[in-house]
């Protein structure tokens, strides 16, 4: 059966499909040229002060956090996915879904929880010296606000990356190299060390690195914690310098470690997949720990669960009650729906954006596809500070060019079309996190076999109607996964959010660092609670969905003696 031939309206339908991701390539490849041309074109005096002064402080905290985060999450992640996936223990079915919890917590939050607990006139340190009798001046405590005061925050919300992905490749190992192992004689852990671990390194790796380029991205933590990193420095040179060059170039080095990290990443995905199981696939059987060892691998699980969340919680709920915030008052309703207009509004524009994309890469296959597919993943590995600075320079420069041509032209104003409204940071936000509505999309689409296309192409449906009538009904679950996942970690957003955002617009995550910043942490825990209980919902859907495909394809395993 011939396919009809394409109307003009198909025909440029087809254009749109197709010119439509180059166009969203385009767009996240725009910030890193820009801060690339603009810390090259700029002025250097600013940059040789930092040099001079704290530039080399900037890369040896942004250095040291980094390494303290990857062997906290690295540890702690890989650790606790062991224990659930290969052992059986009181709570191990209910610690698969507690453990990835913290992911609903953006660092900064958690850090105006623990700062309020453990600093001077906190609780902690109140009762210690009621106890004691002891002085100010009496006695050590280690400092919340340091270098590993942050590290600490940041590896409590970030463990859940590796231990997610480390837990997946768990679950795909064969027994046979396991066992082989124990029959030659090892021990169970060190079989583990020696064997599982060595095949899981890969996605370990993986989820290492991401907590890395998280790690290196954040603002909120740092900034309130006072430890300077390059992304406080990006802030301090924009706003309080009022430098955009000094920006621009400290940016470009962000940009170049975090650019080598999503090299490491991509590297090592790829890795990944030479550690299939093989033609024969045993699953190994649970260990059931009893004794001293399952009470230990309880209380080892139990320990980032409630420092990582039950806490923090609980500390954030009885700080929102003894404060003076009324979530439901006009001030607080308008933060509220500011933040739901720019989620709500960046999280469509994104999904749509992660559509044309995948479906160009579907349906035409090439290098100009996956260009576009390889320039919308990227985003993700460059931090939102750098984002908004390669934004807002060149619309910036558009703005002031078109504002001065039409005032010499007809006499008005134009203002700041561009920089002074939510678009341009709806695009920063798009930048920002298209891999995550990407992947979640692909992920979707793989379980379309290749054959419904090519039903379809038979029955003569157009490309776009082949998307609208096909491939989106399937695919409902996932685009709306995809909205979730990206309305909360625009909810959570810190940096771009605080440099771009049009003046009096306001949102949760602003007005609770804001509110922390002037020591009011009662008050920030209002809203940071709202963020927190939105984000729980990804957390839960990604949980569950992990549950029910661990026990669709492998079932019910057998559980093991001691």
């Known amino acids: 059966m011939k396919a009809r031939p394409s109307a003009p309206a198909d025909r440029l339908a087809t254009g749109v499909l197709r010119g439509g991701a180059v166009v969203v390539g385009l767009l996240c490849l725009l910030p890193m040229v820009a801060v690339a041309i603009a810390a090259l074109l700029g002025n250097t005096r600013t940059?040789?002060?930092?040099?001079?002064?704290?530039?080399?402080?900037?890369?040896?905290?942004?250095?040291?956090?980094?390494?303290?985060?990857?062997?906290?999450?690295?540890?702690?992640?890989?650790?606790?996915?062991?224990?659930?996936?290969?052992?059986?223990?009181?709570?191990?079915?209910?610690?698969?879904?507690?453990?990835?919890?913290?992911?609903?917590?953006?660092?900064?939050?958690?850090?105006?929880?623990?700062?309020?607990?453990?600093?001077?006139?906190?609780?902690?340190?109140?009762?210690?010296?009621?106890?004691?009798?002891?002085?100010?001046?009496?006695?050590?405590?280690?400092?919340?606000?340091?270098?590993?005061?942050?590290?600490?925050?940041?590896?409590?919300?970030?463990?859940?990356?590796?231990?997610?992905?480390?837990?997946?490749?768990?679950l795909q190992q064969s027994a046979t190299a396991f066992l082989a192992a124990r029959a030659l004689g090892r021990g169970p852990w060190t079989a583990f060390l020696r064997v599982s671990l060595p095949m899981a390194r890969p996605a370990i790796a993986g989820g290492v690195l991401l907590a890395v380029m998280e790690t290196i991205a954040d603002y909120g933590t740092v900034s309130y914690f006072s430890v300077q990193t390059f992304a406080t420095g990006i802030y301090t040179s924009w706003f309080t310098m009022a430098d955009r060059a000094a920006a621009a170039q400290l940016a470009l080095?962000?940009?170049?470690?975090?650019?080598?990290?999503?090299?490491?990443?991509?590297?090592?995905?790829?890795a990944a997949r030479h550690h299939a199981a093989g033609k024969r696939f045993e699953?190994?059987?649970?260990?059931?720990?009893?004794?001293?060892?399952?009470?230990?691998?309880?209380?080892?699980?139990?320990?980032?669960?409630?420092?990582?969340?039950?806490?923090?919680?609980?500390?954030?709920?009885?700080?929102?009650?003894?404060?003076?915030?009324?979530?439901?008052?006009?001030?607080?309703?308008?933060?509220?729906?500011?933040?739901v207009i720019l989620a709500g509004t960046a999280s469509v524009l994104t999904v749509l954006a992660a559509v044309l994309v995948g479906f160009r890469q579907r349906l035409w296959p090439g290098r100009v596809s996956s260009a576009a597919a390889h320039l919308a993943r990227i985003g993700y590995a460059v931090p939102g500070g750098v984002i908004a600075v390669g934004l807002l320079v060149p619309f910036a420069a558009l703005d002031n060019a078109l504002d001065a041509w039409m005032r010499s032209t007809f006499g008005l104003s134009t203002g700041l079309l561009f920089t002074g409204s939510i678009w341009l940071l709806v695009v920063a936000y798009m930048v920002r996190f298209l891999a995550a509505a990407l992947n979640t999309y692909d992920s979707g689409l793989g379980t379309i076999h290749d054959n419904i296309d090519a039903v379809s192409r038979t029955l003569g449906k157009t490309p776009m109607e082949m998307l609208r009538r096909v491939h989106l009904p399937i695919l409902r679950p996932s685009v709306l996964t995809a909205l979730l996942v990206v309305f909360v970690d625009v909810m959570k957003e810190l940096p771009a959010t605080?440099?771009?955002?049009?003046?009096?617009?306001?949102?949760?995550?602003?007005?609770?660092?804001?509110?922390?910043?002037?020591e009011r942490l009662d008050g920030a825990a209002v809203p940071s609670l709202v963020i927190v209980a939105v984000g729980l919902l990804p957390v839960i859907l990604v949980c569950r969905h992990l549950g029910e495909r661990h026990s669709r394809v492998w079932g019910p395993a057998p559980v093991a003696a001691e």
């Open 498 to 518: 605080l440099i771009m955002r049009p003046f009096n617009f306001d949102t949760l995550a602003v007005q609770a660092h804001r509110l922390a910043s002037d």
């Open 47 to 170: 940059l040789r002060h930092l040099a001079d002064t704290v530039l080399w402080t900037y890369t040896a905290t942004t250095l040291q956090l980094v390494l303290i985060v990857a062997i906290g999450t690295a540890a702690i992640g890989s650790g606790a996915a062991w224990l659930v996936t290969m052992t059986r223990f009181p709570g191990a079915r209910l610690f698969e879904i507690a453990l990835a919890l913290p992911l609903a917590f953006p660092a900064y939050v958690m850090g105006y929880a623990y700062t309020d607990f453990l600093d001077h006139p906190g609780p902690v340190q109140t009762l210690l010296r009621t106890l004691t009798g002891w002085g100010p001046r009496d006695y050590w405590f280690p400092e919340i606000r340091s270098v590993p005061g942050a590290a600490l925050m940041l590896i409590l919300v970030l463990y859940p990356y590796v231990y997610l992905l480390a837990r997946a490749a768990f």
């Open 253 to 270: 080095c962000l940009l170049g470690f975090a650019l080598t990290l999503a090299m490491l990443e991509r590297i090592q995905r790829g």
């Open 283 to 339: 699953r190994l059987p649970p260990t059931r720990l009893t004794g001293l060892n399952a009470w230990g691998a309880t209380m080892l699980c139990t320990l980032p669960v409630a420092f990582g969340f039950l806490l923090p919680v609980a500390l954030l709920v009885a700080m929102g009650l003894s404060s003076d915030q009324d979530l439901f008052s006009p001030r607080y309703l308008g933060y509220l729906r500011n933040t």
